[in-house]
């Protein structure tokens, strides 16, 4: 077979066979015959920087990456030393897109593919920088955009307004030095998450349930910002005690530029349906240390759980503990209301001059028929009407 493989790659050379000669009369007999680490042997014998092979391994990587034969796309990727796409290529190993084996949902188990998409991306970022230095750099197609790291997307072709001119063969991607450092600290961040999700144990899985939505797939940061958003929300949720994944949880928000505000409400809405009350707690107190001095952030944190609490009459007296925490007069006013408090709400109301939210009270306690609420109110909005008439304005 060697001595075949090696006849028959000098005649697709000298006779500048397409590619797909190539694929079909050699890659796919390969594969078939366990041949497969031979022709790689052969390639390499006509040239070890495998220049001449640039279209036909090209296509090779393109019918792996059609037929889902992720495995033997991954060996040809570390092959040819396109780490780019190798690395990738672990990542949806990791994310179960590369395979069909296991559980799809414990990623746990598929660390090491992790581990091994970083070793890539340092081993680039170490060839970029001694290319650099000698001011030679064999890799090509420069991308403007970030490439996807989905694996369908990996072999796209590539139009001419989306690349730099080429300076090498094209079978390899080679994105910016920046580019590959963030999908490095991408990398990285994501091993984090996975093995503090992991000591978490149970809670971790309480985490997934409450917020994997429709997801048959993990949340996982090479997604987009909703999807990094759940896997914050993961982190938040999976902690027994708040503060040892509060951390990790305002890194993820602050480096990939997530809402926080949404996140947290989110959480707290959770922990609340769960009855995990003094998690909110930890929250608020958490989120006050981090120096986020964003009083409305707070005030949605509180308001989530009321409203969540407001839905159980026995949880109403919890509900106005959390209420007494509020700042603002719109939002103990509102959250009062949610809780069917109208009188509280009404003394709040009157105390801040808020007319406006005095004539809503009103009106809920007139369609509630809670005259005895609704007349204090008339009163109240009736005096006003004669101040203003009196000192000549409207009202």
């Given at each position: 077979?060697l001595?075949?493989?090696?006849?028959?790659?000098?005649?697709?050379?000298?006779?500048?066979?397409?590619?797909?000669v190539?694929?079909?009369?050699?890659?796919?007999?390969s594969l078939?015959?366990?041949?497969?680490?031979?022709?790689?042997?052969?390639?390499?014998?006509?040239?070890?920087s495998?220049?001449?092979w640039e279209?036909?391994?090209?296509?090779?990587?393109?019918y792996?990456?059609?037929?889902?034969?992720?495995a033997?796309?991954?060996?040809?990727?570390?092959?040819?030393?396109d780490?780019?796409?190798?690395s990738?290529t672990?990542?949806?190993?990791?994310?179960?897109?590369?395979?069909r084996?296991?559980?799809?949902?414990?990623?746990?188990?598929?660390?090491?593919?992790?581990?091994?998409?970083?070793?890539?991306?340092?081993?680039?970022?170490?060839?970029?920088?001694?290319?650099?230095?000698?001011?030679?750099w064999?890799?090509?197609?420069?991308?403007?955009?970030?490439?996807?790291?989905?694996?369908?997307?990996?072999?796209?072709?590539?139009?001419?307004?989306?690349?730099?001119?080429?300076?090498?063969?094209?079978?390899?991607?080679?994105?910016?030095?920046g580019?590959?450092?963030?999908?490095?600290?991408?990398?990285?961040?994501?091993?984090?998450v996975t093995?503090?999700?992991?000591?978490?144990?149970?809670?971790a899985e309480?985490?997934?349930?409450?917020?994997?939505?429709?997801?048959?797939?993990?949340?996982?940061?090479?997604?987009?910002?909703?999807?990094?958003?759940?896997?914050?929300?993961?982190?938040?949720?999976?902690?027994?005690?708040?503060?040892?994944?509060?951390?990790?949880?305002?890194?993820?928000i602050?480096d990939f530029?997530?809402?926080?505000?949404?996140?947290?409400?989110?959480?707290?809405?959770?922990?609340?349906?769960?009855?995990?009350?003094r998690?909110?707690?930890?929250?608020?107190?958490?989120?006050?240390?981090?120096?986020l001095?964003?009083?409305r952030?707070?005030e949605?944190?509180?308001?989530?759980?009321?409203?969540?609490?407001?839905?159980?009459?026995k949880?109403?007296?919890?509900?106005?503990?959390?209420i007494?925490?509020?700042?603002?007069?719109?939002?103990k006013?509102?959250?009062?209301?949610?809780?069917?408090?109208?009188?509280?709400?009404?003394l709040?109301a009157?105390?801040?001059?808020?007319?406006?939210?005095?004539?809503?009270?009103?009106?809920?306690?007139?369609?509630?028929?809670?005259?005895a609420?609704?007349?204090?109110c008339?009163?109240?909005?009736?005096?006003?009407?004669?101040?203003?008439?009196?000192?000549?304005?409207?009202?």
């Amino acid at each position: 077979p060697l001595f075949r493989s090696q006849k028959a790659c000098h005649i697709i050379l000298e006779k500048r066979c397409s590619p797909i000669v190539f694929v079909e009369g050699l890659l796919i007999p390969s594969l078939r015959n366990s041949c497969f680490r031979d022709l790689q042997e052969v390639m390499r014998d006509f040239g070890s920087s495998l220049d001449v092979w640039e279209k036909h391994l090209t296509a090779s990587c393109q019918y792996l990456a059609k037929k889902r034969l992720f495995a033997v796309l991954y060996k040809l990727q570390v092959f040819i030393k396109d780490y780019i796409r190798a690395s990738y290529t672990c990542i949806n190993f990791f994310t179960g897109e590369a395979g069909r084996s296991g559980s799809k949902l414990d990623v746990y188990p598929r660390l090491h593919h992790l581990e091994k998409a970083l070793s890539h991306l340092e081993t680039y970022i170490g060839e970029y920088r001694g290319a650099e230095s000698t001011q030679s750099w064999p890799l090509s197609v420069k991308t403007k955009k970030r490439p996807s790291t989905t694996q369908r997307s990996i072999y796209d072709d590539v139009s001419e307004d989306d690349t730099q001119p080429d300076t090498g063969p094209g079978f390899r991607l080679s994105p910016s030095l920046g580019d590959a450092r963030r999908q490095c600290h991408v990398v990285r961040k994501q091993i984090e998450v996975t093995k503090y999700l992991h000591e978490c144990g149970v809670f971790a899985e309480v985490a997934h349930q409450s917020s994997k939505g429709h997801r048959d797939m993990p949340a996982t940061l090479f997604g987009s910002s909703n999807t990094k958003s759940s896997v914050a929300s993961q982190v938040l949720l999976a902690s027994q005690n708040i503060e040892n994944g509060f951390k990790l949880a305002f890194t993820l928000i602050q480096d990939f530029r997530l809402n926080a505000n949404k996140i947290y409400a989110n959480v707290s809405r959770t922990f609340a349906k769960q009855r995990r009350l003094r998690q909110v707690d930890q929250l608020l107190s958490c989120v006050k240390k981090s120096g986020l001095n964003d009083s409305r952030c707070q005030e949605e944190i509180l308001m989530a759980c009321i409203n969540v609490l407001a839905e159980d009459r026995k949880e109403i007296k919890t509900a106005e503990k959390f209420i007494d925490m509020l700042t603002s007069d719109d939002s103990k006013i509102n959250a009062l209301i949610r809780c069917q408090k109208l009188k509280n709400a009404y003394l709040v109301a009157i105390r801040g001059e808020r007319v406006e939210q005095v004539k809503r009270i009103a009106k809920l306690a007139a369609e509630s028929r809670q005259t005895a609420i609704a007349d204090i109110c008339e009163k109240y909005l009736a005096k006003v009407r004669e101040e203003t008439l009196y000192a000549g304005g409207r009202y």
